[in-house]
């Protein structure tokens, strides 16, 4: 049997030390605001080292990125992943957020796709359909953010789908974003949409993500108007990635096509 103890993320009230399992603005207890800090065991987690102030200064190099090699991704982007950066990747059920992430993870060296709604297999049969070639990526299927920490330093970028499926997703949120920031690591969040296209779950989760970017489908709508009607795309294979927030980059939208070998950026041909 093994001798590791179980991670137990909670949340303790720093006013009057009552402990809850999910974030809350307000500690119900004693009421007091903003108190909640996130413990592990029962302890809570120390800085990683000492914070102070530091002056500010001009930043005469680039930005660092790490490409994703999907032009319209590494667009939406701002050319690529910056260390340390959260990005949040919405879209509708169905609209082929999992087929951009395994994508993606196949794309990245060192990543570590973490899969909270799929079984293994599930995610192998969709990676033979769409012909990834994906074959080596390591999954991680689980829905507790202790176990994505305790691999999370060996890889530098997580890859999370989807963060709804975790146990607390804004305080797993949180967790994870505290660890890429801290560790110099990059982390990808899917999400799913509501029906009257928000997040679901908090309002507040969204804000906690330096980047935002909703994969959208691109049809018959006034949404199409933006793009080139010349490509004659049938319904269903036209996208686009909407940027709606970016630290470090413009906002935007950038098209792409999902054909049943997986994501291009060449329009497939109109059919006779």
């Known amino acids: 049997m093994s001798n590791v103890r179980p991670f137990h993320v909670t949340w303790v009230c720093s006013s009057c030390f009552a402990e809850r399992l999910s974030y809350a603005v307000a500690c119900e207890a004693c009421h007091a605001s903003n108190t909640l800090r996130r413990a592990v065991n029962g302890v809570r987690v120390p800085l990683s080292k000492e914070k102070r102030p530091e002056p500010l200064r001009v930043q005469t190099a680039p930005i660092p990125r790490t490409p994703t090699g999907l032009g319209a991704l590494d667009s939406a982007l701002g050319g690529g992943f910056v260390p340390g950066s959260a990005t949040l990747l919405s879209g509708e059920r169905g609209v082929g957020k999992s087929t951009l992430a395994l994508r993606l993870a196949a794309a990245i060296p060192n990543t570590l796709y973490v899969a909270s709604e799929e079984t293994k297999e599930q995610v192998e049969y969709r990676m033979t359909r769409t012909a990834l070639h994906a074959a080596g990526v390591p ?5 507790d953010v202790g176990e994505v920490l305790r691999w999370a330093k060996v890889y530098d970028l997580l890859l999370v789908d989807s963060v709804h499926r975790l146990n ?14 801290e560790n110099g690591r990059s982390l990808v969040c899917v999400a799913h949409l509501t029906k009257d296209g928000t997040v679901r779950g908090p309002s507040t989760m969204s804000y906690l993500y330096d980047v935002e970017i909703e994969l959208v489908r691109v049809n018959e709508s006034e949404r199409e108007l933006a793009y080139d009607p010349r490509h004659g795309m049938k319904d269903g294979h036209a996208r686009a990635l909407e940027t709606l927030k970016n630290r470090w980059g413009p906002e935007g939208s950038w098209p792409l096509w999902l ?13 006779p």
């Open 139 to 143: 999954v991680l299927v689980t829905r």
């Open 259 to 271: 054909t049943a070998k997986g994501w291009t950026e060449e329009s497939p041909p109109s059919e």
């Open 168 to 181: 607390d997703p804004t305080g797993s949120s949180e967790a994870l974003i505290d660890f890429v920031k």
